[in-house]
């Protein structure tokens, strides 16, 4: 299935995806295996994307985006897929934070900030898991106080991607402890703030690119006006942009296992071994077939799901169902391929032995896939 087929695509989204495939092997791709080996990529390939119009393309004109519509968040997730590039903290920035500041910040936050975001001056992250918590958001115990025209915010965050680079952080926090899931806030806390610390940059299996880290808040004073929403409604804005942020790990994993196919029937055509060609063994073949199947299966829904929050009538369960499949489809689809490849599937140089490790966390990150069952099973 051709991006053409796709009945989700018009033909502005076709020319967005020739820019963002041009960008992707011209600044991308060449450095990415340094990126790998410095843990984080560099500053010059997102003025690079924001000077190209790589970065909110979603986000409204009137605060220096592009004013497209969701399709434009999966091009440009796609793209990035196809050059392994794991390391672009890009839609976490494009497509969870600036929704966040968007939705929710005031007029004034808004005008302060998307455009910087937009330009790639202002990296952008939110800060959600703590050390004792993983996905339990309700378990939040990062603190703040009100005090005057300010918040005091103590805590401290883990596995937080761009936690490194990012200029500007949504923290989680909580501002009713005595409340639990009901005293929850959103609250902008810019990365200059006396108290704040940026901890380790944590080596991980893969995503080695992307940089993610610790983060501590120690008695961080920031404005009230930096508040998201109202106070303590942050667990319900979290709820209700949780349907988006599924989709979009969705969107990754179809889109790998699109590339572990093409990656693995074309090893296998090149490959010899018994004296002919690998592909042509028929188990290699039935091997292939499922992937594809899978593959093809998993990117109908997807494409399903992308009409369907376009419309505004992607639900939490239908976006979890897609969040599990896909994720658990992803690991399969990669792992065979990997087996595909033989030896040279464990080795580093070969972009599927690169996606086997960078698609693990696939099944933990945006709610593990156990999360995923509660909130389809409760739907029942």
């Avoid at 992707?24 to 450095?31: G, K, S, W």
């Avoid at 990062?142 to 965050?157: E, F, L, M, P």
């Avoid at 969040?323 to 140089?349: A, F, I, N, P, T």
Wanted: hydrophobic share 40%; proline share 3%; with cysteine.
């Amino acid at each position: 299935m051709t991006a053409a087929d796709r009945a989700i695509f018009r033909e502005e989204h076709h020319l967005f995806r020739e820019t963002c495939r041009r960008f992707m092997e011209r600044e991308v791709a060449p450095h990415h295996a340094k990126w790998e080996e410095a843990g984080q990529v560099s500053r010059e390939v997102w003025l690079k994307a924001g000077e190209t119009g790589l970065l909110l393309p979603t986000t409204s004109a009137e605060y220096g985006g592009g004013g497209g519509d969701f399709p434009y968040a999966a091009v440009l997730i796609e793209e990035i897929s196809r050059v392994n590039g794991t390391g672009l903290g890009f839609g976490l920035h494009n497509d969870i934070v600036a929704p966040y500041i968007e939705t929710y910040g005031s007029e004034d936050l808004k005008r302060h900030w998307l455009p910087r975001m937009a330009a790639g001056t202002t990296i952008g992250a939110i800060c959600m898991t703590e050390p004792g918590t993983g996905s339990d958001l309700q378990g939040v115990k990062t603190s703040a106080i009100r005090d005057g025209n300010h918040y005091v915010v103590s805590g401290q965050k883990t596995f937080i991607t761009n936690g490194q680079m990012a200029d500007l952080y949504i923290v989680v926090v909580k501002t009713d402890p005595a409340k639990g899931a009901k005293g929850t806030s959103l609250i902008l806390v810019e990365g200059d703030r006396p108290g704040f610390t940026r901890g380790r940059k944590l080596k991980k299996l893969g995503l080695k690119a992307q940089d993610t880290s610790e983060l501590f808040f120690d008695q961080v004073r920031v404005p009230a006006t930096n508040l998201l929403g109202d106070e303590n409604q942050g667990f319900r804005y979290l709820m209700e942009q949780l349907p988006r942020e599924r989709l979009l790990s969705a969107i990754r994993a179809a889109a790998a296992a699109e590339m572990a196919v093409e990656w693995t029937v074309d090893y296998t055509r090149q490959r010899e071994a018994f004296g002919k060609k690998i592909f042509e063994f028929q188990n290699t073949q039935f091997k292939l077939a499922e992937m594809k199947t899978q593959a093809v299966i998993g990117r109908v829904f997807v494409d399903h799901c992308i009409a369907e929050l376009g419309a505004g009538k992607l639900d939490l369960p239908t976006a979890a169902i897609a969040k599990l499949w896909m994720s658990e489809m992803q690991g399969r689809v990669v792992d065979e391929g990997v087996q595909l490849h033989g030896g040279y599937g464990y080795m580093w140089e070969f972009p599927i032995t690169q996606l086997y490790a960078d698609s693990r966390i696939q099944r933990i990150f945006a709610g593990t896939s156990e999360i995923m069952k509660l909130i389809i099973a409760r739907s029942l």
